[in-house]
């Protein structure tokens, strides 16, 4: 995937000029940023869920912002992973009808076996009945990864998914989301203002 | 996963205003269908059983009495009237035909009527078994009569004086069944027939003993059928004002109950569709407040690939689930009501109101129910079309 000549300004409100990224399969990419400097905004861009004022960005050879409508829609879903900072989860419904659900969103038949398989190896299988009030903070964690991960995408985007935690488990969810992610054969891209992850990971972009 | 089991999902979250939703629009279909289902069969069932009958002549009193008790056999009769001031009548050049009634007893709640066998032809009712009487104390039974009473051609019972079952028995006299007939639909199904001359017969033994000192025969109505018009012109004046009996005319009488009924119909009707539309508003706000807790959940699937559409259909299946689950409810509620109605009736008025037939009101409400929750969707399914995802899922940053 690659980005170029990304801009985006709000309406009266604060304009940005994004760095271009270029970033192989397999690869990480840390994008490090204080508070203010538009890092969700430019992980909403790359994920197509809002049109930069202008530029490119490129997965696998279509460009994302041209896509329009529906198209931009199915296009995320099957392309780009997303782990929201909060974990959100349709709470009417269990761990593994929310990773289902995510497969029929873009037409892929729901694999039951796959979601209890990627569950597990999350080290959740024993959680896929339950509803996500009752699960703990990591445990939604690694349910909003699992759910990331279910449509095969060739990107996973993380906001901010160690900000909220301390420093041992900080170091926990950043080899789980290197491990998981890359070897599901995606690419990961990491978009925080979290100084601790700085170190972790050689390929990085700052704000 | 589908939008549907997802839909449903969502409806079991928010349990205690879905039940809301669906009691009332359970109670607003339920009243509505069966009222309206009600007044139809009622009419049906009325106009059946006025068919072929233009006058009823009997003694002066209630002319709605009259036709209550002549026709349709639910009132107290307003009295007796001679044989001779009849037989004038029938002779008359306007009169086409002419059927007496005569009461007095009953079996078991059911009514004897003395008439003649064309009673049975004006209604059209066919022997299942069985002849048409033809001596006194022969009697031929309706079909729910014979159904009810359990009584088989060749049976034996015993008359009860008057028209409710707490009356004294004719011991002495025994009815013979000699034919049944086929089911109708109209009121001679609970009538048990016999001839005038049956009725005369048992009640002279009480003259002997007492009971009554009339020495004239008599009967209790008469069911006329005119020629022509120029009958509903004289006939009727011409009894009231010459003679001690009263002509009512079925027609304007049962037009005068509906009337009288008609208000109480229109009053439980009013209140069903209140009801449905209280319903609908409680689906609205039921929808429009999940709607507000579950913003970050629709821009999440927004995220995961979902189009506008999609969410819109969601809410919209959400808000025509409810609507199903009140109009399925409702017919089931309706048809309990009408049950219990048909079964009060039948105790008190020998109305036996057909309930398994699906009534043309039911079909109707479906497609009401659908456009209900389409409209009540419609503002929250926009809100959900027009979900904004990147601002809702926007971190602090």
Redesign the interface.
Known sequence: MNSFDLSFSYPRGPSFLFPDIDLRAKEVLLILGHSGVGKTTLLHILAGLRKPTSGTVNINGTNLIELSGSKADNFRGKNIGIIHQQSVFIRSINVLQNLLLAQTLVEISADESAALKLLSDLKIGHRASALPKELSVGERQRASIARALITQPKIVLADEPTSALDDENCERVANLLEETVLGSGASLIIVTHDHRLKNRFANRIEL | ???F??AW??L??YRLSSTLSVILLTLGIGMVSSVMTLSDQLADRFNKDIRGIDMVVGAKGSPLQLILSAVYQIDNPTGNIPLSEIDRLKKHPLVKYSIPLSFGDNYEGFRIVGTDTSYVSLYKAAFAVGRPWSSPLEVVLGASAADELKLLLGDHFHGTHGLAQEGEDHEEHEYVVVGILQPTGTVIDRLILTSTESVWELHRHEEESGHADEDEKQVTALLVKFKNPMGLMQLPRWINETTAMQAALPAIEMNRLYDLLGVGFAVIRAIGIILMIIAALSVFISLLNSLKD?K??L????????????LFRLILQESLLLCMLGYLFGLIFGRIGMWSVSNLGNDQFHVNLNQMTVSPIEIWLFPITILVGVLASLIPAIGAYRTE??SV?????
């Open positions: 996963m589908s939008t089991r997802l999902a969502n079991m979250a579950r970050v959940e821009a999440l699937m927004r995220s995961l690939g979902a189009s506008p559409l999609l995802i990147s899922l926007k971190s602090d940053d």
